[in-house]
């Protein structure tokens, strides 16, 4: 069975710009969460999403938003990149809210 | 609260030898918690999990052991190997409606052949 799969893996972008990432959970997996990874660090929370709707949402700027479709698939958007947005972005999912996440290998972005 | 460590603590050990990873978590309150390993470049693996009614569940080769009197949780590895090479993170979740995943300051383990 397919894991969580993300895309891109990579992703150049500069000061302002506006960037989407892409990820697909695990199959009969409803719920999907956003995390951000800076280097040497833990990954950080930004949202869960659960049949569509937002259940958790982490201490990161209205830049930031999130949206879960039908299929639970899920789309992370950032507006107005800046410098320290660049991070590996994490996309984990789970049966449901608070149960345990499997995570995919991320999306790498880097700031110029 | 949240993860902020800017330096991973480093556990170096040779092949063979069994590994203890520890872990402080922060809150009483929380009901249950994860390990993951994360190889470079990759994202993090589910290794364990503890649910607080428990003090000690085992896997292969791996141990957790939770003691919430301190707020203590570790991860043992057996016979540490190559592979095992990696960053390993404890979660834990706090009860209650915001069910997210606090995560620790994570543990950089190297063997050593």
């Known amino acids: 069975d397919a894991g969580v799969t993300q895309s891109p893996t990579h992703l150049i972008k500069t000061r302002g710009q506006q960037v989407t990432l892409r990820c697909s959970p695990i199959s009969g997996h409803k719920s999907v969460s956003w995390y951000q990874q800076v280097l040497g660090q833990g990954p950080q929370f930004i949202f869960q999403?659960?049949?569509?709707?937002?259940?958790g949402r982490g201490n990161f700027p209205d830049r930031f938003s999130a949206r879960q479709f039908p299929n639970y698939s899920s789309e992370l958007n950032v507006n107005a990149l800046l410098l320290g947005d660049s991070a590996l972005y994490l996309c984990?999912?789970?049966?449901?809210?608070?149960?345990?996440?499997?995570f995919g290998d991320g999306t790498r972005l880097s700031i110029l | 609260g949240e993860s902020v460590g800017l330096h991973l603590p480093t556990l170096s050990v040779q092949e063979g030898d069994n590994s203890i990873i520890n872990c402080a978590y922060s809150n009483s309150a929380s009901d249950y918690f994860i390990w993951y390993k994360q190889e470079s470049g990759k994202g993090p693996q589910f290794i364990i999990d503890?649910?607080?009614n428990m003090d000690k569940r085992q896997g292969q080769r791996v141990t957790v052991l939770l003691n919430k009197t301190v707020k203590h949780l570790s991860l043992q590895i057996a016979a540490t190997q190559p592979g095992d090479s990696a960053v390993y993170f404890c979660?834990?979740?706090?009860?209650?409606?915001?069910?997210?995943?606090?995560w620790g300051l994570g543990t950089s383990l190297a063997v050593n052949p």
């Open positions: 503890i649910r607080s």
């Open positions: 979660a834990e979740r706090r009860a209650g409606n915001n069910r997210k995943l606090i």
């Open positions: 984990a999912s789970s049966t449901g809210v608070g149960e345990t996440q499997h």
């Open positions: 999403y659960y049949e569509k709707e937002e259940r």
